[in-house]
């Protein structure tokens, strides 16, 4: 299992639309070869500021079948227009899991 | 709920201590108020890099109780000698978490 994080920055007074975006999106996600789900999370310290944790099941999954794949136009057509800067997008692999006692 | 993500780099040629150092903080965390849980990923793209995903019931847990309380200076303790630079924090809240199909 990889983890995709895209921190990224919308345009001001964009944020409803682009968390609307994201949503419409699920369907293109749903059928991605790999998909294991997905967060969106809104960063408290700056406005407009978003960290979108995305699961796949190997890293090819997102980096070679979902971006060289017809569905890659599609979301950015739906996010990207909401976009203040390109998005920065790492790639993490799990060293360890703690849950709470 | 509040998740704090940390990016933190360590010195090259500690990885394996300073996830051994997490590894043995988990009985700080498991008695900080509001702890969640949380996750340890090794980032791809640059070696050395490691981003900890924290979960907290409120912010307050992480940046009044913890960093306030007496287990931050164990925990910093264990990891700090690890670091390569200061690490980065920020909080972000929930806006859509999505499952595979």
Known sequence: MIQECVELA????????????V???LPIFRRARG????????VIETPGHYRMLINWETLEDHTVHFR????FAAWRALVGP???APPA????????????A
Request: a neutral charge; hydrophobic letters at 50%; zero cysteines.
């Open 10 to 21: 919308v345009k001001p007074g964009a944020e409803a639309a682009f968390e609307a975006a």
């Open 23 to 25: 949503a419409a999106a």
């Open 35 to 42: 998909f294991r789900g997905a967060e969106l999370h809104r």
């Open 68 to 71: 060289g794949g017809p569905d």
């Open 82 to 84: 909401h976009f203040a």
């Open 89 to 100: 997008v790492t790639h993490a692999t799990l060293a360890a899991r703690f849950t709470a």
